[in-house]
Every structure is written in structure tokens, then in C-alpha cells.
């Protein structure tokens, strides 16, 4: 220390290498107590004291060099031990942490500072914060107000059109029942007609049951095309009229269904927008909703909105409009009569005798090859069973000489010798193999041929069937009810037959009767 320039003499202070000014220490610790190893008496030793010297980047501190270190628990030289518990030590320990008194009012003057700044802060923030939430609280109800009134013009526009779709869909509710009544009575008309009438119908439908190539336009079907000419006439108009009926019930259906859909949306809209008009800051029911207002699910604007609804009104009034026409054109139709009388009664028997000798001798060949055809088919069906047993009959060799491959692969080392045997064996799989798939291809072979002979088997029976239902139309069916052919059948047009009498035909100008007048005369 002396060498260094330190102060060693006692005083109230001491400087260090830096040149500043420490108290030091005059006064001793309490003793403590260290026990001997030999359990031995207890020597009470002073802790030394040395002087607080902070640490200097040219010498460090120590102790000095008159107090010797000792082990504090020997028992040739007890000394006193420093116990970093003791309250010399934490004392010591402190002085390392001291600050001056210019630091000291330093951070007072820092903190007051900060607090004058923090204060003032904090009421120029409540003032901008007041001035804020009184400009957003009328921003708020300002928007609030400006939102029910649009719902509220909302809502009249929806009521408004409501009231529109409402009005236009009884009408076309109206117009399609007018519309189906005209309907049923041209069905009716169509179904009323002479038994004459009905029977060569019936003969023309059994006919169209014929299946395949027996559905044939024939001798007997122009006969009977023939003799249904001016009927197939007057039934094809009302048909066509039932269908243009059809189709125009289905159209003012849609429209229907398009002005009652978006009827019902606009009865839901109304209901809902109503309701949401009808809330207020107070009102039960209202809740946090999160992300709602990111959340984008219209699909239409308001133009598309009101043109969506212009266009169902205006295509129920057209299909409206339609449908008025169309029924003043189904009433002049069932207006329309007509009357012919022919006779085609012995041609369309003979066409149909000469028919039905031909159809019976092609079902008696077709019956005859048939029989050939399945004698084939059990011979290539045994013929398939042999190559089967053959190929189950090589499997057993194939196994032995496969084993005995597998067998002869286990041999140790240099025993692995590839030798005659191996190369037998080899050859004997491979030539196995080959006769299988030989026989296999000839199984192949042979199951089309048996495939192609069932097809064949199955076209013939396809055949005699499609024959004998041909048959049974023209013979049962058609010849049966012919045979009841009333002697003077005749056709007028769009009257009712009732027990043998019809409806007279009305004067020009009048509308016709719907079969409730009483201008009945017999059929004669």
C-alpha cells in the first residue's frame, strides 16, 4: 500500500487509488464462536476490519498483510473466521451500495420533474378525452338516427311491393284455375269419343307394345293409320291443345312460384327490417355481435333488388296475357267438329291374317335353331370342364418343382452350386408354365365361344319372345276386339258419346255445348 500511495493510518477516512474519501471502520464486530475439530473448548476470536477501498483497474484490494488468514476451524492456530452471515459482513457488504448527497437531490429533483410532466399529461388527456367522447356520442346518435330512417323508408319500399306481388299473384292464381278448366274439358273431349273410335285405338296401342324388331310399320298398321286418319286428325289438335295447355299451366305456375317466393322474402325482409327499425339503445335482445360488420352476405344492390321484382310482376302479366289467349283458342277448338265415315273393316282383317301367318312360321325356325344352339352349348360347356382338370392337373408338378427350387436355395455356402439339377428344375417350371398358360388361353378360347353361344342363345330367345308377344297383340288382342267392330262407325268431331246418342251441332256464332244441353240425336 505504501508503494502504491494508499493511506493506511487510522483516521475517519481513507482514500483509495481513485482518490475518493471512505469512513472506516473503528470498531469491532461481535466475536463468533469456532468450534474445534476435537470438540474441544470454544475460542472466541475478533473479526478483523479493513478498510472499504472500491476496486481501481491498476491494484486490486486485499487485506492487509499484518492479520494472518487462518483456518477458522483449526485447532493448532485458532484465529477468528470472517461468517458472511454476520452483521460485520452485511454491513460491509452495504457500504459498496452508497450514493453521495448530489445523487440523492438529483433524484428527488428528477422525480418531481416527472410528476409535474406526468400530471400535466394526464389533465391535458382528460380534457382531449371529454371533448372526444361528447363529439363521438353525437357522431353516434347522428349515425343512429340517419340508420333508422333509411330502414324505415326500407320498409316502406318493402311494404309498397309487397302489396304489389300480393295484387299480381291473385290474379295469376286466377288465370291458371280458369286456364286448367279449360284444360279438363279439352281431356275430356278427348276421351269421349265412339267405341269405334276407342277400339281401333286400342288395336294401334297394342300394337306400339310390340318389342324390337317386330315394331315394324307393317301392311296391317297402315290400314289401320288409314282408318284412323280423320280421328288421329281430330285427337292430335286436342292433344296438342292439352299440351299447350300444360306447358302454359307450368309457366304461370313458375311465375306463380317466383312472385310467392319472392313474396315471402319480402314478408320475412319486412318483418325483419321492421323489427331492427324497432329497436332502441334499450331494447331487449341486443348483444355483441364480433366481426358482424366484416362480414359481407348481400347479394344483390338496390337497383337489382327492385328490377328482381319488376320482372316477376311483368312475366306473370305476360304469361297472364298468354294464357287469356290460349284459352279463347282451346274454346274454338273444342268448336271444331268433323265428320267421316269409311270403310277399311275387311282390309286391315286381312292384312291382319296375313301377318300372323308370317310371325308364326319366323317364331317355328327361330324355335328350331334355338334347339342346335343349346346342343352346342353343352358339348363347349364339357369341353371347358377337361381343359380345367388339365390346368388343376398341372399344379401339383408345378408345386414339386417349385419347392424343390425353394428347397435347394437353403444349401449353406458353396454348396449353392448351379448344376444339372438346378437347371432341370428350372426348366421344368418353365415348361409347366407354359403348358398352363397354353391351356389357359384354350379355357379362354373356348369361354368365348361358349359366351359368344349364350349371346346367340339369348338373341334367339329374345326373339321367339318378341315373336310370340307379336302374336298374342295381333292375334288375341287385335282380331278379339275387331271382331265387336260395330257395322257404320263415325267420327264427329269434339262430341260426347252417351249411351248412343251425341251432341247435335250448334249454330255458327254459338258457343258449343259442354255435353249439359239437351240437342242430343242418335248415332245412326
Not at 470454544?42 to 492487509?64: D, E, G, K, L, Q
Not at 492479520?67 to 473466521?81: L, R, W
Not at 358482424?292 to 302479366?317: F, G
Amino acid at each position: 500500500y505504501k508503494v502504491a500511495g494508499v493511506n493506511t493510518t487510522l483516521g475517519p477516512y481513507t482514500r483509495n487509488l481513485c482518490g475518493r474519501q471512505y469512513p472506516v471502520m473503528t470498531s469491532y464486530p461481535p466475536m463468533t464462536s469456532c468450534p474445534s475439530v476435537s470438540g474441544g473448548p470454544i475460542i472466541n476470536c475478533p473479526v478483523p476490519s479493513y478498510p472499504v477501498m472500491h476496486s481501481c483497474p491498476a491494484i486490486t484490494p486485499r487485506p492487509p498483510i499484518n492479520c494472518p488468514v487462518v483456518n477458522p476451524c483449526s485447532v493448532i492456530d485458532p484465529c477468528p473466521s470472517m461468517d458472511p452471515c454476520a452483521p460485520g459482513t452485511s454491513n460491509r457488504i452495504a457500504l459498496f451500495s452508497r450514493y453521495t448527497p448530489g445523487e440523492w437531490v438529483e433524484s428527488n429533483h428528477n422525480n418531481y420533474k416527472q410528476s409535474n410532466c406526468s400530471r400535466h399529461n394526464a389533465e391535458k388527456l382528460r380534457e382531449d378525452t371529454s371533448r372526444l367522447i361528447q363529439d363521438k356520442a353525437q357522431l353516434t346518435r347522428k349515425v343512429q338516427n340517419d340508420t333508422s330512417n333509411n330502414i324505415g323508408e326500407r320498409v316502406q319500399d318493402i311494404s309498397f311491393w309487397k302489396s304489389e306481388l300480393d295484387h299480381e299473384l291473385d290474379q295469376i292464381i286466377m288465370e291458371t284455375h280458369a286456364l286448367s278448366q279449360v284444360k279438363k274439358r279439352v281431356e275430356k273431349a278427348l276421351e269421349e269419343t265412339d267405341a269405334h273410335l276407342q277400339m281401333v285405338q286400342e288395336c294401334l296401342y297394342h300394337r306400339e307394345k310390340r318389342i324390337g324388331i317386330d315394331l315394324v310399320h307393317d301392311e296391317v298398321e297402315t290400314q289401320l293409320l288409314e282408318e284412323m286418319r280423320i280421328i288421329k286428325c281430330v285427337q292430335e289438335r286436342l292433344k296438342r291443345g292439352i299440351e299447350r295447355a300444360t306447358t302454359q299451366l307450368s309457366n304461370n305456375r313458375a311465375a306463380q312460384h317466383e312472385l310467392e317466393r319472392d313474396l315471402c322474402d319480402k314478408c320475412a325482409a319486412y318483418w325483419i327490417d321492421d323489427k331492427a327499425h324497432q329497436l332502441k339503445n334499450t331494447s331487449d335482445g341486443i348483444s355483441y355481435y364480433c366481426g358482424i360488420e366484416q362480414v359481407n352476405a348481400t347479394i344483390s344492390t338496390p337497383d337489382s333488388w327492385l328490377k328482381y321484382t319488376e320482372d316477376n310482376i311483368l312475366r306473370s302479366q305476360c304469361e297472364r296475357a298468354a294464357s287469356a289467349r290460349l284459352r279463347d283458342e282451346l274454346e274454338k277448338l273444342l268448336a271444331a267438329t268433323s265428320e267421316e265415315l269409311w270403310k277399311q273393316f275387311n282390309n286391315v282383317n286381312l292384312a291382319f291374317t296375313h301377318r300372323i301367318f308370317e310371325i308364326g312360321d319366323a317364331k317355328k325356325k327361330l324355335q328350331m335353331h334355338l334347339s342346335k344352339v343349346l346342343q352346342e352349348i353343352f358339348q363347349t360347356e364339357c369341353t371347358i370342364e377337361e381343359l380345367k382338370m388339365a390346368i388343376r392337373q398341372k399344379e401339383a408338378p408345378m408345386k414339386v418343382a417349385q419347392t424343390r427350387l425353394e428347397e435347394r436355395i437353403k444349401r449353406p455356402n458353396m454348396e449353392l452350386v448351379c448344376d444339372q439339377p438346378q437347371h432341370r428344375l428350372v426348366c421344368e417350371v418353365y415348361t409347366i408354365d407354359a403348358t398352363i398358360q397354353t391351356l389357359k388361353q384354350r379355357l379362354q378360347e373356348a369361354q368365348n365361344a361358349l359366351q359368344l353361344l349364350v349371346q346367340t342363345k339369348s338373341v334367339l330367345e329374345y326373339d321367339i319372345g318378341v315373336k310370340a308377344n307379336s302374336l298374342f297383340i295381333d292375334q288375341e288382342k287385335c282380331m278379339g276386339m275387331r271382331r265387336t267392330l260395330p257395322n257404320t262407325p263415325r267420327l264427329i268431331g269434339c262430341t260426347q258419346l252417351n249411351m248412343g246418342t251425341y251432341c247435335a251441332p250448334q249454330p255458327s256464332g254459338k258457343k258449343p255445348c259442354n255435353c249439359g244441353c239437351k240437342n242430343k240425336k242418335k248415332v245412326t
